[in-house]
């Protein structure tokens, strides 16, 4: 199984800050990488595909880098509504794994 | 717009049978560039895959709850099935189904959009 790891596993952070997130995988998984937000009570929600992809419908604040086993989520001018759990998911073989989590709150 | 609701019992006894149901809408389980999977969320904890089934039929499991889990599809009722045996307290948490999208060669699989969730209780 490939293994992912996110770090840090929660950070606090300020309106307007710039938040870095990395998500590092066991194994290459070329772009085969997601991530998702979660907030409290409710489902998990698609920002990036591919690694980089931004999906329809979300912030160009937020965006994602990297390949092979190092990815970086990025945020950009956090906003109030980003105080949330972020995951990462390979998609390159299952068992389709996800990261530990990473918890964004208020500073 | 797509969506996808989970329903099913909120409570198990431990070593019950839990059948979960996901029912689909805005798009086929006959569509080749999509399936549907299973993931769990114990609570506070990480999500966890469970299984996935595609447009012709082919499944997938996660290996440690391989033997304890079933997936089936109804393609005329919008319908994806996931059953587990022996169902445990630890087993205790939300359960999510998700459309599995960008299947095609070439493409990079995701989960969007997912479901509600539904709590899963396991105690006796």
């Known amino acids: 199984d490939i293994q992912m790891t996110q770090s840090p596993s929660s950070l606090s952070a300020s309106v307007g800050d710039r938040v870095t997130i990395t998500c590092r995988s066991s194994?290459?998984?070329?772009?085969?990488l997601n991530w998702y937000q979660q907030k409290p009570g409710q489902a998990p929600k698609l920002l990036i595909y591919a690694a980089s992809t931004l999906q329809s419908g979300v912030p160009s604040r937020f965006s994602g880098s990297g390949s092979g086993t190092d990815f970086t989520l990025t945020i950009s001018n956090l906003q109030p509504e980003d105080f949330a759990v972020y995951f990462c998911q390979q998609s390159d073989s299952t068992p389709l794994t996800f990261g530990g989590g990473t918890k964004v709150d208020i500073k | 717009q797509v969506t996808l609701k989970e329903s099913g019992p909120v409570w198990v006894k431990p070593t019950e049978t839990l059948t979960l149901t996901c029912t689909v809408s805005?798009?086929?389980?006959?569509?080749?560039?999509?399936?549907v999977s299973w993931v769990r969320q114990a609570p506070g904890k990480a999500l966890e895959w469970l299984a996935h089934?595609?447009?012709?039929?082919?499944?997938s499991y996660s290996e440690s709850l391989k033997s304890r889990l079933t997936i089936s599809k109804d393609t005329s009722k919008g319908q994806v099935v996931l059953t587990m045996t022996n169902m445990d307290p630890v087993d205790t948490g939300t359960y999510f189904c998700?459309?599995?999208?960008?299947?095609?060669?070439?493409?990079?699989?995701?989960?969007?959009?997912w479901g509600q969730g539904t709590l899963v209780t396991v105690s006796s």
């Open positions: 089934i595609l447009s012709n039929d082919e499944k």
């Open positions: 805005g798009f086929s389980l006959n569509n080749a560039r999509m399936g």
């Open positions: 194994q290459s998984i070329t772009r085969y």
């Open positions: 998700a459309r599995l999208s960008g299947l095609m060669f070439g493409e990079f699989p995701r989960f969007d959009p």
